[in-house]
């Protein structure tokens, strides 16, 4: 069982930087994939970026390459995403997610456990 709370959002301006953070509970938390995701108003959830258990892999979804990076701490039980040079379209309620299969990373059906999500808004 594993148990997430994002932080960090709030409201930005285009340009801007901010850094999401993921708190996990539960001892096997070094042994799941995790993954952050985003859903705008109106909008299916989409994939932003997924980290290996070992963080040695990274992936990311190509709206936000270049722009954001994921990364963990096993150590302390922390997931982190660091957004820079912010625009308005990234605007949305963000997710850190946790999936064991390491498998189907950018399917949000594919990951076990969510946590309640952080709302970050850009500004033009």
């Known amino acids: 069982q594993v148990q997430l709370v994002e932080s960090g959002g709030g409201l930005v301006q285009a340009g801007d930087s901010l850094r999401l953070s993921c708190a996990a509970s539960?001892?096997?938390?070094?042994?799941?994939?995790m993954g952050w995701f985003r859903q705008a108003p109106g909008k299916e959830r989409e994939f932003v970026a997924a980290?290996?258990?070992?963080?040695?892999?990274?992936v990311y979804a190509d709206s936000v390459k270049g722009r954001f990076t994921i990364s963990r701490d096993n150590a302390k039980n922390m997931v982190y995403l660091q957004m820079n040079s912010l625009k308005p379209e990234d605007t949305a309620v963000y997710y850190c997610?946790?999936?064991?299969?390491?498998?189907?990373?950018?399917?949000?059906?594919?990951?076990?456990?969510w946590g309640q999500g952080t709302q970050v808004i850009v500004s033009s």
């Open positions: 539960g001892r096997t938390f070094s042994s799941y994939s």
């Open positions: 997610a946790a999936n064991s299969a390491a498998a189907g990373i950018h399917r949000p059906l594919n990951y076990d456990y």
């Open positions: 980290i290996s258990w070992t963080g040695g892999a990274t």
